[in-house]
């Protein structure tokens, strides 16, 4: 079935660029999201790519889509300590609406 | 626009008890899902409704888990009876044009 892989844990300086990284192995995934989870709380939406797009900025948040590699990326500029949170990818194929989730990236912002 | 609502927020109870949670999903959104999170881990998908219909139920633990989609919105989740590995956050989540988005969740211990 479906995988999606993430690195466990980042640390990173306030104010320093943040990149969490998402592998999956479903080539027919068609909307790629990253939802953030702070203690205590539920998953919240902070973006999310379709399938033919190579980027996406949103503010602060820029996604990267490699589909050749089937890579995922996060970047996250100026980091400030709000931002400390367990980040999730999560990949959807197509007619389906089935979410895979990876384990989660907990990042850490040293102040 | 209203978010997901669940409750409890949380429970606590004994082994071999039931327990109940409710969600309501956000109006509108015809899709609803049950996730269980266990602590450090991703959502895991339980059940996912369309409507008041269930489209995957793969995951669900039939002997014990039971899920129902009242008139296709609301819908509560039961574990009857509960073991101690079912110590978990449940979370519900539904989804409307491509986005989705979470309740609070509810924590569950079993003791």
């Known amino acids: 079935g479906e995988d999606v892989e993430q690195s466990l844990f980042l640390s990173v300086r306030e104010g320093d660029s943040s990149v969490i990284n998402c592998t999956y192995t479903?080539?027919?995934?068609?909307?790629l999201y990253w939802y953030k989870q702070e203690p205590g709380a539920g998953l919240q939406l902070l973006t999310y790519?379709?399938?033919?797009?190579d980027m996406k900025q949103d503010q602060r948040l820029t996604v990267l889509l490699n589909k050749k590699d089937k890579h995922l990326s996060l970047r996250i500029a100026d980091t400030q300590t709000g931002d400390s949170a367990i980040y999730f990818c999560?990949?959807?194929?197509?007619?389906?609406?089935?979410?895979?989730f990876g384990t989660g990236t907990r990042l850490k912002v040293l102040a | 626009e209203a978010g997901v609502a669940q409750s409890p927020r949380y429970k606590i109870i004994e082994k071999r008890q039931s327990v109940a949670f409710w969600c309501n999903p956000i109006?509108?959104?015809?899709?609803l899902y049950w996730y269980q999170q266990i602590l450090g881990q991703g959502p895991k998908l339980l059940i996912q409704?369309?409507?008041?219909?269930?489209?995957?139920d793969s995951q669900l633990p039939k002997d014990r888990f039971s899920a129902e989609r009242l008139k296709g919105v609301d819908s509560t989740l039961k574990i009857q009876p509960a073991k101690l590995e079912d110590s978990a956050v449940y979370l519900c989540?539904?989804?409307?044009?491509?986005?989705?988005?979470f309740g609070p969740g509810t924590r569950l211990t079993v003791l």
């Open positions: 790519i379709f399938s033919n797009m």
């Open positions: 999560a990949v959807v194929t197509s007619g389906t609406y089935k979410y895979i």
């Open positions: 989540a539904s989804t409307g044009r491509n986005e989705q988005f």
């Open positions: 409704f369309q409507n008041n219909g269930v489209v995957d």
């Open positions: 479903d080539s027919s995934s068609t909307y």
């Open positions: 109006s509108g959104h015809a899709t």
